[in-house]
């Protein structure tokens, strides 16, 4: 049960510290005396990990608010494409996004195809891996892709970096989402009482782990596995982003697997625009690279993260102000 207190814990420290900085502040090197500046990150739906993971940032970021005039707070959001779209279009400073969607958008491909390369996108830093992560109920008899077939299954909201992935291992594993299943584009905070009402067999959620949404559908009387995304090797041939990832199975111990879960994934990042201030993007990497230890003591998804895993894996160039404090601590 560590996971959960860790999880509620990082929750409650980052509301904890989101809103309560002062209003005013001393003209530090990055504040206007007198002047707050304040920012907004994007997440993802309450249970996943970019929530509370936002919420640490934002929490290290606060920590310093009266010396840089800076208070962050964050924004349960749809997930990646939403908030890349969001802060190309400034209702959002900074969003967190999984690496694929990052390359897709500066590459002009998939849900950008239409409207092109999105040449204001930068990036700030990379966090922990993510997986494709799918859940499937027992009683429907799903434990692999390919049980899948006939199954009314949740792919993801649009806006989720989740449901590119899901079609993605769909069609690696011949399954067409229109016609072999009867799919759903819900956002995954949904996933889990859909499933255990029965309104889905499974579910695709692409997130680190542990996460909210897999510990609710595994703690209820509906029984889940978690299914291995496994002979997708033409995925990953074919695209940069993906990499092989293992779920481990001490996360979900009422899930019914006794054995880690393999699958692919892909980094997490933090993404800006050219035009969000080059003071306000060094702050929240000094903040993060300052606050390493602690940030990853914050959550379990970060414990393993080391230094140089913040500048890899961007398909945007960096901001100026995040090449600016990678280049002083000797990161790049
Ligand atoms: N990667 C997911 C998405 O963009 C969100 C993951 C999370 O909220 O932790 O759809």
Redesign the pocket.
Known sequence: MRMVFTGILSLIAGAGLVGCGSETTADGEGGVAGKTDYITIG???VT????PVGGNLAALLNADTAEHGIQASVESTG??VYNINAVLSGDLDFGI??AD?QYQAVKGLKEWESVGAQDKLRAVFSLYT?TVTLAGADDAGIKTLADLKGKAVNI?NPG???RENALDVLKAAGLDAESDIRSQGIK?SESPKLLQDGRIDAFF????HP?GVFMQVTTNLRKVWLIPIEDVDGLLDSAPYYLKTTIPVAYYPNALNTEDIPSIGMKTTLVTSVDTPEETVYRMVKAVVEGFETIKGMHDALKDLTREDLVDGHSAPFHPGAERYFKEAGLL
């Open positions: 997440t993802g739906g996943g990990v970019y929530y997930g990646s996004c999984q969607r993510e993801g989720s970096g989740t995954s959620f692409t997130s680190g996460a």
